[in-house]
């Protein structure tokens, strides 16, 4: 089965515009994640949706951040407007329902530069 | 709060080389334990994980885990390494009470390979 994609592989872009990063999960997987690695550091949780709708968002940053799952299947998370500490890699990975554990697929990431 | 400890950012050993990579977290009940790989261009890919049980743990690629929670370590093992072993390593905690709760990880340990 095709893993995890992510779109763009990278993306670089000024100071204050947006971009949209763009995740494919796992066919048939309800449970979808965004991570985020900023310089060097830990991999950090952003959030979970299960199906279309989020489970745990405590890890989005602030407001600048959007993210949506219609109809519980691709995710996209818009940063807007971006700002230089938003530079970093963003990791989106899925797993399968909650009934017993479920691994989490990782994407490949998309790194965003924020000039 | 929960949190994992990786202190050797980056790690040298010959091929052929045993190999031990450290991981200590902070965690108020039995945790779900993970062990990750990022090869360079790849996604974090599963290398083993601990729920319960038998502590020493077995994974892909011929690496294990043990699970000492007089310690709270959970390191990561190789007897031989391979020059392909060459990669960032993930050490990683289950963060909540279900089996699809985010991930919390360490801050990564960078493996290069001797020849």
């Known amino acids: 089965e095709a893993g995890v994609t992510q779109f763009p592989s990278h993306s670089v872009i000024e100071k204050g515009q947006t971009v949209t990063l763009r995740c494919d999960p796992i066919?048939?997987?309800?449970?979808l994640y965004w991570y985020r690695r900023v310089m060097g550091k830990e991999i950090k949780f952003l959030l979970h949706?299960?199906?279309?709708?989020?489970?745990?968002e405590s890890g989005m940053p602030n407001n600048r951040f959007l993210a949506e799952r219609t109809g519980g299947t691709y995710s996209t998370l818009k940063v807007q407007p971006a700002e230089l500490e938003d530079s970093g890699v963003y990791f989106c990975?899925?797993?399968?329902?909650?009934?017993?554990?479920?691994?989490?697929?990782f994407g490949p990431g998309t790194r965003l530069t924020v000039l | 709060a929960q949190s994992v400890t990786q202190p050797d950012i980056h790690i040298t050993v010959s091929e052929g080389a045993s190999l031990e990579l450290r991981c200590n977290y902070s965690?108020?009940?039995?945790?779900?334990l993970f062990w990750y790989v990022q090869s360079p261009g790849q996604g974090l890919q599963l290398l083993l994980k601990y729920f319960s049980g038998d502590t020493l743990v077995q994974g892909i690629k011929g690496f294990e885990a043990e699970f000492k929670r007089s310690q709270s370590s959970f390191n990561l093992r190789k007897p031989s390494v391979h020059w392909s072993d060459a990669a960032e390593y993930f050490c990683a905690v289950g963060a909540g009470y279900s089996s699809a709760s985010k991930i919390i990880f360490g801050s990564g340990t960078r493996l290069s390979i001797r020849p």
């Open positions: 949706f299960v199906k279309e709708s989020k489970q745990d």
């Open positions: 965690y108020g009940a039995t945790p779900y």
């Open positions: 066919s048939g997987h309800d449970n």
């Open positions: 990975a899925s797993a399968r329902g909650t009934t017993s554990y479920n691994e989490q697929f």
